[in-house]
C-alpha cells in the first residue's frame, strides 16, 4: 500500500509539472501586460472577418516607401502602441517605440494580381513585440481555411499559387521563417530592433478613412510619436524603388539596396564583416560594392572578381546572387525563392549606367 502511495505520489508531481511546463510554452507573460496568444485573433487587433483584417481603433495601418522583397507577396502593416505612451522620432534608425509596442506585418497573394479585389490568401503574420526584455518576434501562421493564424515558432514550407501582374500562373514554394530566423535580419549587435518604422521611410502622404494626410502628422496626433520636425522638408525621404517620379535611378536603386540588403549589410548589421555596406547612409564606392573584392571567395561569389564592375552588371557578384534561387547563393538569405525579376532589371540599369553618386 505504502508502494502504491508512493508511485501515486510521483505520478502526481510529474503530472503537476508537466502541467506547468504546459502553460509556460502557452502562457507567456510579461509585465508589460502583453502576453503571447496561441491563436492571432485572441489578441483582439482586428474587428469582424479575421481574413478581412480590420483594424480596432488604437491599431494603425501603416504603409513605407520601399518594402523588403518577400516571393512578391504583398504586405499589410499595423502598429499598436500602448495608451498613453508614445515614440520618440529620429532621423537615422528605427524610432525609439515604448515597451508594450507591437508590430503587425501581414504577408498574403491576391487570386489574381491584375484584379485584387476578388480575393487573397493571407500565409503569414509577423508580431515584433516589444517587451521589457527587449524586442521579440512571434510567428503566426495562417490556416487554409483563413478563419485563424496559430502561433508556430518552428516555420513551414508552403506551395503557393497565384496569377500574375502579366497574367501568368506561378507556382512556387513559400519559405515561413522560423523564429530564429527572425534574428537574421533584425539583429544589430547583442540586440533585436525593428527596422521599417524610421523616418525615410514613414515619410509620405497615405489613406486614412478616404482621406489623404501626411503619415507622421498621423501619427503624431494619433498620440503615438514625439518629436517630429515641424518642417518636412528637413525630415529624410527614400525614394520608391519602382516609380520613376520619386527620384533619381540612383536614389531608387540606393533604397532597393537599402531595404532589401541594408538591414544585414551595414557597418552595423551582422554582415559588417564583409566590408559590403549597401545601407543608405554608407557614402565610400568601395564599401559599396565597386571595384571590391569578396571577404570570401567560393560559389557565392560566381568565379566573379569584385562585388560591382562599373558599367558590367553581368560581371557583378552583386547580380549574380540576386538571380539565383540556390539557397547556398541568393541574397537575401529569406523570401528568396523567387528572382525579384524587377529588382534585378532596376540595379542592372544601375551598375550599367554607372550612376553611383
Same mark, same amino acid.
Given at each position: 500500500?505504502?508502494?502504491?502511495?508512493?508511485?501515486?505520489?510521483?505520478?502526481?508531481?510529474? &503530472?503537476?509539472?508537466?502541467?506547468?511546463?504546459?502553460?509556460?510554452?502557452? *502562457?507567456?507573460? $510579461?509585465?508589460?501586460?502583453?502576453?503571447?496568444?496561441?491563436?492571432?485573433?485572441? @489578441?483582439?487587433?482586428?474587428? /469582424? $472577418?479575421?481574413?478581412?483584417?480590420?483594424?480596432?481603433?488604437?491599431?494603425?495601418?501603416?504603409?513605407?516607401?520601399?518594402?523588403?522583397?518577400?516571393?512578391?507577396?504583398?504586405?499589410?502593416?499595423?502598429?499598436?502602441?500602448?495608451?498613453?505612451?508614445? /515614440?520618440?522620432?529620429?532621423?537615422? #534608425?528605427? &524610432?525609439?517605440?515604448?515597451?508594450?509596442?507591437?508590430?503587425?506585418?501581414?504577408?498574403?497573394?491576391?487570386?489574381?494580381?491584375?484584379?485584387?479585389?476578388?480575393?487573397?490568401?493571407?500565409? +503569414?503574420?509577423?508580431?515584433?513585440?516589444?517587451?521589457? %526584455?527587449?524586442?521579440?518576434?512571434?510567428? @503566426?501562421?495562417?490556416?487554409?481555411?483563413?478563419?485563424?493564424?496559430? @502561433?508556430?515558432?518552428?516555420?513551414?514550407?508552403?506551395?503557393?499559387? @497565384?496569377?500574375?501582374?502579366?497574367?501568368?500562373?506561378?507556382?512556387?514554394?513559400?519559405?515561413?521563417?522560423? !523564429?530564429?530566423? =527572425?534574428?537574421?535580419?533584425?539583429?544589430? /549587435? %547583442?540586440?533585436?530592433?525593428?527596422?521599417?518604422?524610421?523616418?525615410?521611410?514613414?515619410?509620405? *502622404?497615405? %489613406?486614412?478613412?478616404?482621406?489623404?494626410?501626411?503619415?507622421?502628422?498621423?501619427?503624431?496626433?494619433?498620440?503615438?510619436? $514625439?518629436?517630429?520636425?515641424?518642417?518636412?522638408?528637413?525630415?529624410?525621404?527614400?525614394?520608391?524603388?519602382?516609380?520613376?517620379?520619386? /527620384?533619381?535611378?540612383?536614389?531608387?536603386?540606393?533604397?532597393?539596396?537599402?531595404?532589401? =540588403?541594408?538591414? =544585414?549589410?551595414?557597418?552595423?548589421?551582422?554582415?559588417?564583416? *564583409?566590408?559590403?555596406?549597401?545601407? #543608405?547612409?554608407? !557614402?565610400?564606392?568601395?564599401?559599396?560594392?565597386?571595384?571590391?573584392?569578396?571577404?570570401?571567395?567560393?560559389?557565392?561569389?560566381?568565379?566573379? %572578381?569584385?562585388?560591382?564592375?562599373?558599367? +558590367?552588371?553581368?560581371?557583378?557578384?552583386?547580380?549574380?546572387?540576386?538571380?539565383?534561387?540556390?539557397?547556398?547563393?541568393?541574397?537575401?538569405?529569406?523570401?528568396?525563392?523567387?528572382?525579384?525579376?524587377?529588382?534585378?532589371?532596376? #540595379? +542592372?540599369?544601375?551598375?550599367?549606367?554607372?550612376?553611383?553618386?
Amino acid at each position: 500500500m505504502k508502494n502504491f502511495i508512493s508511485v501515486l505520489g510521483k505520478v502526481v508531481l510529474m &503530472f503537476t509539472l508537466l502541467m506547468t511546463v504546459g502553460m509556460t510554452l502557452v *502562457s507567456f507573460k $510579461d509585465p508589460t501586460g502583453v502576453e503571447r496568444k496561441d491563436k492571432l485573433s485572441e @489578441y483582439g487587433f482586428f474587428e /469582424g $472577418d479575421l481574413k478581412k483584417l480590420t483594424p480596432v481603433a488604437g491599431v494603425i495601418p501603416y504603409t513605407i516607401n520601399t518594402a523588403l522583397f518577400s516571393n512578391y507577396a504583398e504586405k499589410l502593416r499595423f502598429i499598436k502602441v500602448p495608451a498613453g505612451a508614445a /515614440g520618440v522620432y529620429n532621423d537615422s #534608425i528605427a &524610432f525609439a517605440l515604448p515597451v508594450g509596442t507591437v508590430l503587425i506585418k501581414n504577408f498574403y497573394y491576391p487570386f489574381d494580381f491584375r484584379k485584387p479585389d476578388k480575393g487573397r490568401v493571407i500565409l +503569414e503574420t509577423r508580431l515584433l513585440v516589444h517587451l521589457e %526584455q527587449g524586442w521579440e518576434a512571434w510567428p @503566426y501562421i495562417w490556416n487554409d481555411e483563413q478563419t485563424e493564424a496559430f @502561433y508556430d515558432p518552428a516555420g513551414e514550407t508552403k506551395t503557393i499559387s @497565384y496569377i500574375d501582374a502579366a497574367g501568368k500562373k506561378i507556382t512556387s514554394p513559400y519559405a515561413i521563417p522560423n !523564429k530564429n530566423q =527572425c534574428k537574421g535580419c533584425h539583429i544589430r /549587435g %547583442q540586440e533585436m530592433l525593428p527596422i521599417g518604422p524610421n523616418a525615410r521611410q514613414l515619410n509620405r *502622404s497615405v %489613406q486614412y478613412n478616404g482621406a489623404e494626410k501626411y503619415q507622421l502628422d498621423y501619427w503624431v496626433d494619433a498620440g503615438i510619436l $514625439d518629436r517630429v520636425p515641424a518642417d518636412h522638408a528637413t525630415i529624410p525621404k527614400l525614394a520608391v524603388w519602382d516609380d520613376p517620379s520619386s /527620384g533619381s535611378l540612383n536614389s531608387r536603386a540606393r533604397a532597393y539596396l537599402d531595404a532589401n =540588403c541594408g538591414h =544585414c549589410h551595414s557597418r552595423v548589421g551582422p554582415a559588417s564583416t *564583409s566590408g559590403l555596406f549597401l545601407d #543608405i547612409h554608407e !557614402k565610400e564606392s568601395n564599401h559599396l560594392g565597386v571595384n571590391k573584392a569578396p571577404v570570401a571567395a567560393g560559389r557565392g561569389a560566381g568565379n566573379l %572578381q569584385f562585388d560591382i564592375v562599373p558599367g +558590367e552588371p553581368h560581371q557583378s557578384i552583386l547580380t549574380f546572387r540576386m538571380k539565383t534561387v540556390d539557397p547556398a547563393i541568393a541574397m537575401p538569405e529569406i523570401g528568396r525563392e523567387q528572382i525579384h525579376k524587377e529588382g534585378v532589371a532596376l #540595379i +542592372e540599369e544601375w551598375i550599367k549606367k554607372n550612376t553611383f553618386n
